[in-house]
């Protein structure tokens, strides 16, 4: 097989390095007289490849402008879009080898990360229908060990009802069970049968927890299948709600296997058989490992009876980007077989229901594929590169440093901010026109011909729409003229 790569002239070294760990294809380079292969447009590429012949295929950067089967209409040869990293340029040839169907449209790296979701879909529907569980839940199956695990979201007891609706529909696609909870010394049995009835009426599995057994019996009653927590202060009084699944969390703050294991054997001796164990994972250095420990008891001797763990303990008590600690907590919660897991999803800690669920799913191939949990086609990679590039330096005649520049700006200003998920713009001089739109570059382009912006104004809203593209895609926030990120490294 012969292939034509096309590459503009910044590339070209990372381009050619790329292809030579390329095996079993004929690859040429050609290097079109354009500096950024990203911004070169594909008439511009058809133009230019007029008269070539003799290729099976021509690969076109995976960041190019438009259509390339303009491309081939010109040479009447088969062209796709290549990687956007030219890293990735074997992976890219190599699919071709293996008849993979890349596409004119969209770049390489888009065709083969769905066709590694696909298998990763197939393997984690293979541990669904092939899993290791305990009981089944009003068809939601409760793993004994993982995989697959399930997952818990416990909602904020301060949420209103408009605020919980969002927040479910936000999360549900992600987690298992929603988790409805009342403040310390609550007894509002209407309020809690209210509450769970309405999320029921979502269409979502609930579970009640609540320090008031009478608040427990009426949020069962009211539709809530799971139980938290029966301890051994309150047994005496969950003989109404053995039809659901009780989670067992003992008030003891020391030998919390022991008692678990104790209130496990008594609850089962009252007739419950839908019982799952949580020991309690304690916050960082207040007792994590230790209680790690009491989780790889209760596997060991109640191997008949599914765990639970309270990531949220970690996750919400450490200053620390959530997605990494979710990651390292799912595979902790793996490596003890404890295939329930608990957390919340808010503030600082948003979006954890979705870390978690892709932190689980990554864990869960790994162990099948019996390696470590990394170059999975699944990650948890947010703010950091799997590798880094190779940073060239840019050809120049002359280098010149430069310091502070105080801006020369126009009359006019403009304020750029997020509304409803859309980066927006507000551009005055003397009227006020309001721009929204997703993609921050055509944002700027409806300005910048709208309105008679100097170029060092037009300088300085990239940036910001670049910052404000950043902080959306982040759920952060986003304040023009502050910095995104507090990097202290000194």
Known sequence: MKVLL??????????RDAVERVKGVEVDVRVLDYPVAALM????VAEKLKGVRGYDYIVVPGMMFGDASIVERVTGVKTVKGSEDAYDIPLVLEAIRSGVELSPMESADRVIERMRLNDIRREMDEMEKNGNFAFDQEGLNIPLRPPPFRLFLELDVNWNEERVNEEVERVRSYVDVIV?????????????????????????????DSSSPKEIVAGVKAGAEFVFNMNEENIDSMEEVKDATVVIAPMQTTERAERCIEIAKAAKARGFRKLIVDPVLSPPLLGTFDSLQQYWR?????PDVPALMGVLNVTELIDADSHGVNALMASIAMELGVGNLLTMDKGRTKWSSWELRTATTMVSIA???KKPPKDLGVDLLILKDRRRGKEEPLPADRVVEIGEVEPNMDRGFVKIGIEGGKLAISYNRGERVKLLGKDPLSLGRALV???????????????????AEIAAQLDKTYVQDAPLFKVRRS
């Not at 447009?41 to 511009?44: R, V």
């Not at 209760?298 to 109640?302: D, F, G, Q």
């Open 367 to 369: 162990w099948k594929r």
């Open 180 to 208: 409805v909870g009342t403040p310390a010394g609550s007894e509002d049995q209407e309020n809690v049968m209210r509450r769970i009835g309405k999320l029921r009426d979502m269409g979502v599995k609930v579970g009640i």
């Open 298 to 302: 209760i596997r060991r001797e109640l």
């Open 449 to 467: 011909r709208e309105t008679p912006l100097d170029p060092e104004h037009s300088l300085y809203v990239g940036y910001e729409l670049a910052k």
């Open 41 to 44: 447009t594909a008439k511009y």
């Open 6 to 15: 096309v590459t503009g002239r910044l590339a070209e070294a990372a381009v």
